[in-house]
């Protein structure tokens, strides 16, 4: 494929110096025997934008060129290209088009969507979108640093250097500005002990005691229950709902089913029951726990209980066991302290196992999670 290349001062001399010149396309030609040879076609513009439209007429007549044909093309003769100047927030709304289109999850669409306006805000929507620069990466980074975690700031990076990726993938710029995540040391996820959460519990009323504790034995996401569809003992995530983009299943016992049932008839927005929890939890003297606790509570739950991380990784719907193995970090007697119930069964697994394959009816088989 034919690529861009540009020399210092107009020259093809490596050794001159001063500004870069015009970019010219460089095709290889292959030779019998021998190492491609570059074939350089002048484009005639020092503007990467225009250089990266003219190099696409360019790559239209590529295999004739290779094959020896000569190609005078428009800008040769002085006619001019047309160039439209995309704009970082047209830019942004192509994206965003073309990932609805791929048909992403809602949550994910909204994440970029939130993530893409704050770099709007700080670097301009009417700046042409080639003339972003990692310094303007670094210049948002600085603008949301206090106000934001860490996590937060990765999770919006992420969706720029996707973004940009994909501008470069569509020519609308030529070079990647670098985007480069904060870096941060890997806590342990935080879980509740039986004692935090009885305390929970005792500050509710029956019906979010239930969805709570639904959420806590089944490891479920917030939204899963809401995109899900219960067939027999299995709570079904298809896969366009699923963050690992597998079809997640979700054994359940007549209880669970039962409370499954309650929170469909609610009614309520899935944002309600992380409002009551954290108004709960700030309110007896847990703060900084969250809502997606309660999934890191059946994680460590269930590896005391099991001692199968394999086991564990499939019940939770990860798609890397490399995931998982954050909950086999805790220290035993530290969960067999925070879990009384389940402290015997570190030293029998094999009845923890079996106690978790009781659910869906016993279809969670030996085999599917060695």
């Not at 020259?11 to 010219?24: A, T």
């Not at 929170?263 to 726990?289: C, S, W």
Request: proline content about 5%; hydrophobic content about 35%; some cysteine.
């Amino acid at each position: 494929m034919a690529s861009l290349v540009r020399f210092p001062g107009g020259s093809r001399n490596r050794g001159d110096k001063g500004r870069h010149g015009p970019y010219y396309a460089k095709v290889y030609i292959p030779r019998p025997g021998q190492r491609p040879k570059g074939k350089l076609i002048p484009l005639k513009t020092e503007n990467t934008r225009e250089a990266a439209i003219r190099l696409q007429e360019v790559e239209k007549m590529e295999a004739l060129i290779k094959q020896g044909i000569e190609f005078t093309f428009p800008w040769m003769n002085g006619s001019p290209t047309a160039v439209k100047r995309i704009t970082l927030q047209e830019a942004v709304r192509e994206y965003m088009k073309a990932r609805e289109d791929e048909g992403l999850r809602r949550k994910t669409l909204e994440a970029y969507s939130l993530a893409l306006s704050h770099f709007l805000a700080v670097a301009g929507k009417d700046r042409p979108i080639e003339t972003i620069a990692t310094k303007d990466i670094q210049a948002f980074v600085r603008a949301y640093r206090e106000s934001h975690s860490v996590t937060t700031l990765n999770i919006n990076l992420r969706a720029l250097k996707t973004f940009f990726l994909w501008a470069h993938e569509t020519k609308l710029i030529l070079e990647v500005p670098k985007v480069k995540v904060l870096q941060k040391g890997r806590e342990l996820p935080r879980y509740l002990s039986n004692k935090e959460f009885d305390r929970v519990q005792a500050q509710t009323t029956p019906f979010l005691a239930d969805v709570f504790w639904f959420y806590q034995e089944t490891g479920c996401r917030l939204r899963e229950p809401f995109n899900a569809v219960l067939k027999g003992s299995f709570l079904l995530v298809p896969t366009e709902n699923s963050k690992g983009k597998e079809e997640r299943q979700i054994p359940l016992n007549h209880d669970l089913i039962r409370v499954y049932r309650q929170l469909m008839e609610a009614g309520h927005d899935p944002k309600y029951y992380t409002d009551q929890f954290r108004k709960i939890v700030n309110g007896i003297g847990l703060e900084g726990h969250k809502f997606h606790d309660l999934r890191h509570t059946f994680g460590v739950r269930t590896w005391l209980q099991t001692g199968d991380i394999h086991l564990v990784s499939q019940l939770m719907g990860h798609k890397s066991i490399l995931t998982t193995q954050i909950y086999a970090r805790f220290f035993i007697t530290r969960l067999q302290e925070d879990f009384p119930d389940l402290a015997g069964f570190a030293t029998d697994r094999t009845k923890g196992r079996a106690e978790i394959l009781q659910r869906g009816n016993g279809a969670l088989v030996e085999k599917e999670v060695l």
